[in-house]
Nanobody, 124 residues
Framework: QVQLVEGGGGVVQAGGSLRLSCVAS????????MGWFRQAPGKEREFVAA????????SSADSVKGRFAISRDNAKNTLTLQMNTLRPEDTAVYYC?????????????????WGQGTQVTVSS
């Protein structure tokens, strides 16, 4: 069992930056691939970025490429999403998730554990 707790959300103006963090409870955190997803009101949850257990592989959605960066610190059981040049359309609840295996999965069904989410609001 892995418990995930996100933090770092808030309200920011368009063009600004936020840094989301996700802390995992399990000592087995290094064994999991990790991902970030988001869900805007009235929309389905969508993939944002993912990273393999070692950090050697990473992937991100086209909509955030060049603006968002995912990273992890296995010594601190922490996953991070650095979000720059934020846009109003980035407004959503952001979730971190953990998946068994070593790749960087990009679909919801590949993930086994989810955090409770943190709200990100970007004003225009």
């Amino acid at each position: 069992q892995v418990q995930l707790v996100e933090g770092g959300g808030g309200v920011v103006q368009a063009g600004g930056s936020l840094r989301l963090s996700c802390v995992a409870s399990a000592r087995t955190f290094p064994h999991y691939a990790m991902g970030w997803f988001r869900q805007a009101p009235g929309k389905e949850r969508e993939f944002v970025a993912a990273i393999s257990w070692s950090g050697a592989m990473a992937s991100s959605a086209d909509s955030v490429k060049g603006r968002f960066a995912i990273s992890r610190d296995n010594a601190k059981n922490t996953l991070t999403l650095q979000m720059n040049t934020l846009r109003p359309e980035d407004t959503a609840v952001y979730y971190c998730a953990a998946a068994y295996g070593t790749a960087a999965p990009t679909t919801l069904k590949q993930y086994h554990y989810w955090g409770q989410g943190t709200q990100v609001t970007v004003s225009s």
